[in-house]
Every structure is written in C-alpha cells, then in structure tokens.
C-alpha cells in the first residue's frame, strides 16, 4: 500500500543531507577535542584537503552547488539531547563520564565553523580556519562529504536495477571478506571507515555485516552515531594532528624534538588504559622509539600506520623486548589502508607475539573497486590535515615519503631533529 | 514513516500464498490445454508428483498443513478479467487471438480440482484425478508451491541480515551468468523456471535482470502472469504429456507406432510458425526421427530435452540434411537441466549451424547451490507426470533411462514397438 505521507514528505526533500549528526564522526574527534578543549582552547589551526589521487579531478565530478549545499547542512546540525544524554552517560573503553561536564557544555552548543572554497587544477581547495577545537571537528565531516557527493554523481547514472546488482555485488564482497576473517584466532577488528566511506547508510551496513558475522571477534566502530543507534562499541584514540600542532607551535628546535612526547604526557593525564596507544610515526617510527622517554613502555600500545606493517611491527616488538617489556602484553593496531589480504597476512606473522587489533577503514565501507565501469567508484586517498597552526606551517613526514605534508624547507629541519634516515617511499591506495 | 495501514493489513494475513493467479504458470499449458480443449475434453487423466531427489524426504521439511493451505489457495483462485483480456487481446508468436473464444469462456470459469495427498517413505504422494483438461493444469502450481514450502522452511531459521546476504549472493550470481550470456553472439533465451523456481519474485527478479542484462537476446518467460506484468513475450510449445496421453489411448502396438506423430498432426492444426517445434525425445529420439513422416520435416524446430545437448543437437542436423532440409533455417531448443557452461558449449558448437534457442529453467531460477549449509536450498528434481490416461499407464522412456516412467512391462512393449536401443543413463541433476 502507498504510504502518501512518505512520498509527499520525500517530494518536500530540498537536499538529501549527507550528514544528519555531529555525532556522525569520529570518536577519537572526540577525544582528541576534550584533549584541545582543556589545553588549547585558543590556539587557532588551520585545516585543509587534499585529494592525493590528483588523477582524480574532484571538481569535475562533485558539483560545488552540491558541495556547497551540504557544508552548509552539515553546519546548521547541532548535538540533540538524546545525543548528549548518550555521550553522558555512556561506557567508552570501560569508563563512565569519559568527557567532562564542561566539555559537554561547549559541545552542546558547538555547530561547525565556517569554510573556505575554491577550484584550483581541478581540485577543491577546501579549507577551515579558526579555533582548533571548531576546525578539528570538519575533518570527517568534509571527508565523508566529498566521498559521498562523488559516489552520488557516479550512482546517479545507473537504473535502479543496475544499481541493485552494484550493492548485491558490494555486499557479497563485503561478505566474503568477512567469511575469511572469521578463520583468524583471537581476531580483534574494528571499524574505522567513517571519512571515505561510501555513504552512512552503507557504513551503517557494513557494521550490521561485521557484528552478525564476526560477534566478539567485532570490536565496535569509529563512527559515533552508529555506535549510538546500532548499540555497539566507539572506538579510536588519537590522530597525528596532536603531534603536527604542538610541533608547529615548538619554539625551538629542542622544544620541536620534545613536542611528539609532550602530546603523549598531555594524553595519559587525561586518558588510560586502552586509550594509551601511541601513534609513533608522524616524524618517523624508528627516531620517535629509540628517543621515547621510559614511561611510554609503560603505555598499553601502539599504532602501525604508515610504515610496511610486518617491519612495523618487528620494529615495536624489538623495541618492547628492548625496554624490558613482554610484547605479548602489548596492543598493536594497524590501521593502514588494510583489505583482507593484508590482515591475513598480518595476523600469520604476528599472531601470539602480540594482542593485535585492526582498524579497518576504506577497504571495508568502500570497496567498489572494479564495480562500475572506469573504476569510477574506486576509493580515492582523500585527507584533511592541519597546514598550519598559529601561522607556522605544519608538518608531517610519517614512514612513507609518499605521505609527507609541508614546505620543503620544514621537512628538511624535521627530518634533522628527528634524525629521519632515508625512507622507502610506498604506494598509496587510500 | 510507518504505514499502519499496511503493518494491520500483513498481520491479517491468513497465509501468504505462493500461487496468487491462475496465470503463474506455464504458456504452453495453456497452449496444451487448448488443444485438449478441442480434441479430448471428456478423456480422464491422472498426474502425479515424483521427487526424483530420493535423499530429500520432502515430508520431512515441508508441513503437510501448509502445504493443503497453499493447495487450497490456489483451487480459489480464478482468471480475473484483465488476464482474460490480456489473454484475448495480446499478441503471441506474432499472432491475435491465439485462444479461441469457447476455450477463453471455458478458461474464465475453470478452478484447479480436487487433489489427494497422502505420505509415503517420507515422500508426498499429491495425485490428481480428473478430466486431463483439468489436472494438467495442476502441473506447474503444484510443483511452484512444494519447491517454494521447501525454501520458505529453509529461509525462517535465516536471521534478517543473513538473508539479505543470501539474496545479494543469489543475485550476483545469476548477474555474472549473465554477463557470461552477452558475450553469445546471436543468442536467443527465455526463462523456463516456473516450476522449479526459488519463489515467484525471485523468478519476476531472474526475469527482470535477464531483460536488463540481455536486451533483444532475452525472448521472453514462460510464466504467462510475469510475461503480462513485465510486458515480455510469453514462450514456450508443448511437452511430454501429449504424446504420453496420446500413447497410452493407442489400442494396439501399431497405433501406439503412430500415435507420437498424430500429436504432431494435430498440433500443426492448431498452431503454426514457431509453435511447431517437435519435442522427440519421450520414446527416444533416434526412433522418432527415423519413422518420422516426411511433413514433419516442413516443422520451424526441435526441442532437444533428454539427450545429451551435443548428440541430440547433431543427430538433428543429421536428420535435417538427410531429409533435404538447411539446419541453418531451422531452430534448435535446449531446455534440459541447462546452466551457463552448458550454453556456452551448446552455442560454441552449434552457432552458425542452426538456429539456437535455450529454454532456461531451474539454474536460472533456483540457483541458491552452496549458498545455505548442507545443500538445503539446493534445487531438486521434482517433475508432475502422467501417470494414467483412461485407467492406461502412461509410459516416457526418453533418452535417459534415468528418466524413465511407467510400470516394466509396458516400458519393455512401448521400447520394442518404437525400437529404442541401448541408451546410456546420464545424471539427472534438475
């Protein structure tokens, strides 16, 4: 039977919004603004996007109406009541009121700031300046913006029956994926996919698939609001933005080569136990262990992110076994543009020698790879870093050339103090 | 929003029938019915049900109350007056007013008859008696309903998300048969897979996607309700029953000789063009072909069924070309058990050599193999026969003994008087 009421209501649609939350983000966003909202209030950072697929000309298949149209929802959502109440009273990683009254307070009447846009070779020049704690919030939103209005553009094309066979193929890969993963011993997995995913409703999907497929084995999701309605764990802990800024902001080269330390000591003052996961490679993993002070072999783990992940993980074991503590104790998380084969490989190496978790992201929410015609819905590498912070220029160098952000000059004098040897430079894919 | 209107109306629900018109069913029963209609209104013939898949005690998984519900439900159903008019007023084969009006006014009053059911080693024994005008027209609903019972109880101890898993499976799966499909050249298909089908929608979906995916190179559907829904051509010629019923009315050995041509002879009278596609295969094809009379020859094709599609296609261009006639005029069908790698080899040989139409059934309709744990939603091969014809038994013999019906001796004198050799037994998978 027709449901008129529906039909009129979806005819009144003026855009179909892609972000509907601002829970709709990710957790560690959260964490990670408790952490600026407490320290840094003022400090004003600038964030922008880069599309590293240049191959892609993102202008030429995302109307900057559309684009417009949707930044400007995303900025008119606030949090709802039902929301906060979730985020109050809520367990996160086995604690109850992880965030403070008065950072619930500022978020409660939070909306996202303003935005600069324009069109240069191609590419959208999207960029938020302001207060760090407004300007962090943008980066998953806008992220997961510019991939959906791009699979729109492209999903605009097909028949609804085409389009029935794209998402029975989508899901069956999904599946299958999931199928394999159910074979590891003592998997750990969690969702980390929001900002290039396909779209919420897909993630949404893809969620649903882990958990009935994987149960225990499925940790929760990154992604707020599906941990909300889907009543699974948020998960996350923080990002190399904390480094880049307090870096920028170092004034002198001394201060540079103690800032990615500071960011941790800041970070177990306000955080413990499974959130104490550290994310080594912003300046490169090997200069940032070898000079970690003592109390970071203390910390529960660490974030394999950018460096091959078997060296990457060889490398913390070693360094565990080093400072006296027993890896098999210790988390690991990969969470580096993994899909199956790569966690199967992972898991064969390091399997018993470590606790092991992954972080699995655009090859889980966003793999259509092959799926429409020109690989028109294949996953592009797509990031929203911090460029500058208080007028200096951030920088990032990570284990993999491929990924540096900065001027040239900067990295030269990161590379120094953090005493960067060459590296090899590796393919990205997303 | 929620449609109370359509929530209330589904908890009314008394069953949720499979057969729901007297027209989801095959286009040659009525074309077979018509016939009757006009030559053997008053003979008495009894069907029945045999599941040749032994393994599965069909009694065992489908519940002998729902199953007399939904025998039930289909003997109230009645033509509805815009299927009489789309009977009536449609073009079949290029030609209006394919049914006459005496047979349309007997069809308009016509409801399934009375059937009894009983169990037997775990097996159903649904046996209908009556005027054959009547009980063949239980053929098709009887077998759609006992193979859709079966997947219903297969699919209720399926969670929602497993079965949204299961469909996306089953629909890239037939997707990929049908890319396979276009790359054909001059291919020419129809859906075959009333009876054995997964369920109706399932075979409306099977239809839609062969249309979408295939273009001109999809003839059409055999079921007569799908075909009037979907706006496709409805196909299909004449089976087994005709000559079996014909046969057993013989009165001696040299009527039994002749009677599988007077079938034909009467046939041709009431039909035409590409209706007239012999099917030679009930008393083995080489005998039929061999004392075939010369007019035979004139007819537009064959249906190859029993015999393997290779030889049978081969020994009909043999026939062709002994009897004077041009193969490549001439239309080929294959209907039996076919699935991708079968077209692909049939089309491979016999491209170029004839015409080529494939009748494609249960691995179009029904393919779910592997998909469900232990096979249980692996398709069976389940087939509604002549048993009797005026207290006669009815005999096939075919080409494959494994397909053989009918009590020893009669099989042994119908083998003697049509010359049927030694035969080789093929598997009978659906």
Request: charged fraction near 25%; hydrophobic fraction near 40%; include cysteine.
């Amino acid at each position: 039977m027709l449901d008129l009421a529906t039909r009129v209501h979806n005819h009144n649609f003026k855009i179909d919004p892609i972000i509907r939350s601002l829970l709709d983000t990710d957790f560690y966003k959260l964490l990670m603004a408790q952490t600026i909202f407490r320290r840094h209030r003022d400090t004003r950072v600038t964030f922008g996007i880069q599309n590293r697929s240049r191959s892609l000309r993102l202008a030429d298949v995302v109307d900057m109406g559309e684009l417009r149209e949707q930044l400007d929802h995303a900025r008119s959502v606030g949090l709802s009541r039902g929301e906060s109440t979730w985020l109050r009273g809520n367990t996160f990683y086995g604690r109850r009121q992880m965030f403070s009254a008065e950072f619930m307070e500022w978020l409660e009447g939070f909306r996202l700031p303003d935005y600069e846009l324009e069109v240069r070779d191609g590419q959208y020049v999207l960029t938020f300046h302001g207060p760090w704690l407004e300007t962090t919030m943008w980066e998953v939103p806008a992220l997961a913006i510019l991939n959906e209005l791009r699979a729109r553009g492209v999903l605009r094309a097909l028949s609804k029956f085409e389009l029935q066979v794209l998402y029975a193929r989508g899901m069956t890969r999904v599946w299958e994926k999931i199928e394999r993963l159910k074979r590891l011993p003592e998997l750990s997995i969690a969702d980390f996919g929001t900002r290039r995913r396909h779209g919420y409703l897909w993630q949404d999907w893809c969620v649903e698939a882990m958990r009935a497929g994987l149960g225990e084995a499925f940790l929760g999701t990154s992604n707020c609001l599906i941990a909300m309605r889907r009543e699974v764990e948020a998960v996350g802990t923080n990002a190399h933005e904390l480094p880049m800024v307090y870096s920028a902001l170092a004034e002198d080269d001394a201060a540079l080569a103690r800032a990615p330390y500071a960011v941790l000591a800041d970070w177990q003052q306000d955080y413990a136990g499974n959130l104490l996961v550290m994310l080594p490679d912003t300046y490169g993993t090997t200069g940032f262990l070898k000079n970690a002070p003592d109390w970071l072999s203390a910390w529960t783990g660490i974030r394999i992110d950018s460096k091959e992940p078997i060296a990457g993980g060889d490398e913390a074991i070693a360094w565990w076994l080093r400072r006296g503590s027993d890896p098999r104790e210790k988390l690991a998380i990969f969470s580096d543009g993994l899909d199956i084969d790569d966690i199967e490989r992972i898991h064969g190496h390091f399997h018993g020698r470590l606790r092991i978790g992954y972080g699995w992201g655009t090859l889980l929410t966003n793999d259509f790879r092959g799926l429409v015609a020109e690989g028109r819905l294949d996953p592009i590498s797509i990031v929203c870093k911090v460029i500058e912070a208080e007028g200096r220029p951030a920088v990032k160098i990570s284990d993999n050339p491929s990924k540096a952000i900065g001027p040239e000059a900067e990295v030269a004098r990161y590379s120094r103090v953090f005493g960067v040897g060459v590296q090899e430079a590796l393919p990205v894919v997303v």
